[in-house]
């Protein structure tokens, strides 16, 4: 008989278990920390008060009281889930007024709610695109995005991170391969924090025939006059063909919209598998993401744009004049620069990143690590983000602890990068 092979070998025997131990052992793991309230500026976090520089929360919101009164108002009309996809009994008017609140903030025709912002990128990549067609991807795009080109079959062309000379490359072979065209980028990228070059990249998608879809999820409340991203920051609304957000960042819920024309948003109704074979979200969620799109769209919701990327320049700014190395501001093209609420802090090395994040956990600092293969070989970074809520007394004592964690660093691993 043929020796079988164990599929849980995988499991057992990957790369990742020495380095694991290893770091259990240190008490040094950084992920799955447990969290004992809610996501404030500083938050309870297994036994101790720290301040929270680690989450999505851009604009404080999963704290404020309309949104949580949205969640209860919906869990009490409509109970705690609503056991069914979309497609069948989990559509709610809740839903309607989401996708018509949307569309009009992000100003397209239609918009459609997925359950989660994973499942929207897989729900429209996996069924606009076929095995025929070519979709071109930056390399610093999310792994919802990639995973949503795998579900399509579609040949993946990936572009080196914002160089537009390789972006065109791309799509000159794309324009060989026979089939549609579709480049796929962040307005933010998730992990640098940077704001992808839009009027480049659509200019080079009108020459080549392409059609352009933006992933806003960091970007959505955050940028723009209006807070409807980096397509309206950048002035290329009309020019990008889908847009995509989720409503786990700045809309404080869970979920995620696809925003465009009218008749490619009821074709992903009709035919997108994960929309159509997925639960609809909780009624909770689809209430606090509502009540949150109103403050965004309120004359508060400009104030609390202001408020957020003014933390961010301040956190940046300050981490800079301490010797850490950051990643820069955007550069626009009127001259202006911009920092939005993803600071990274470049480590380098994977366990230097993991050393230093376990000394500011100590000292009541919580951030984010990033490990290859989440950033490139050698590119380990400390992904530090903040909120509108933050104040600048809460982020100049998280300066002091970052101060304090660089020093105790350097006497026992070496200089960091600066």
Not at 211 to 229: C, K, N, P, Q, S
Request: glycine share 10%; with cysteine.
């Amino acid at each position: 008989m043929p020796t079988s092979i164990d599929v849980f070998s995988k499991a057992r025997e990957h790369e990742r278990i020495e380095q694991l131990k290893a770091a259990r052992e240190l008490d040094a793991l950084p992920y799955f920390r447990i969290l004992e309230g809610p996501t404030l500026p500083v938050v309870e976090m297994e036994g101790k008060r720290r301040i929270m520089l680690g989450s999505n929360n851009y604009l404080g919101l999963t704290g404020d009281e309309r949104v949580k009164q949205g969640a209860l108002a919906a869990l009490q009309r409509y109970g705690t889930g609503l056991t069914g996809s979309r497609f069948l009994n989990g559509t709610i008017d809740l839903h309607l007024e989401l996708e018509g609140e949307l569309a009009d903030w992000l100003g397209t025709e239609s918009a459609i709610v997925f359950t989660t912002g994973h499942q929207a990128n897989l729900g429209a990549l996996g069924t606009i695109l076929g095995p025929g067609d070519t979709v071109v991807a930056d390399s610093g795009d999310h792994a919802s995005i990639l995973d949503g080109c795998i579900l399509s079959r579609a040949k993946l062309r990936a572009f080196r991170h914002n160089r537009m000379d390789r972006l065109e490359h791309s799509l000159q072979r794309a324009a060989q391969d026979g089939g549609g065209i579709l480049v796929v980028v962040d307005g933010v990228f998730s992990m640098e924090g940077d704001v992808a070059p839009l009027p480049e990249i659509a200019a080079l998608c009108q020459q080549y025939g392409a059609r352009l879809m933006v992933d806003e999820a960091h970007a959505l409340g955050v940028l723009g006059a209006r807070g409807a991203g980096a397509c309206e920051l950048l002035g290329v609304e009309d020019r990008v063909d889908l847009r995509m957000a989720t409503f786990s960042k700045s809309l404080a819920s869970c979920g995620g919209v696809i925003a465009g024309p009218a008749d490619v948003i009821e074709f992903l109704r009709i035919q997108s598998r994960p929309f159509m074979f997925t639960a609809s979200g909780v009624p909770a969620a689809v209430g606090a993401a509502l009540a949150a799109v109103r403050i965004c769209r309120s004359d508060e919701g400009r104030e609390l744009f202001a408020r957020v990327l003014g933390n961010a320049r301040y956190l940046h700014d300050g981490l800079s004049a301490l010797g850490f190395r950051v990643i820069g501001p955007t550069r626009l093209a009127d001259g202006t620069d911009v920092v939005t609420p993803v600071v990274p802090v470049v480590v380098g090395d994977d366990w230097k990143a993991v050393f230093l994040w376990k000394m500011l956990y100590d000292a009541g600092v919580y951030v984010n690590v990033a490990i290859h293969p989440a950033v490139p070989p050698a590119g380990a970074l400390l992904r530090t983000s903040v909120m509108a809520t933050h104040d600048r007394d809460t982020l100049d004592l998280a300066l002091e602890r970052f101060s304090a964690a660089k020093r105790a660093f350097e006497a026992e691993h070496g200089r960091l990068p600066s």
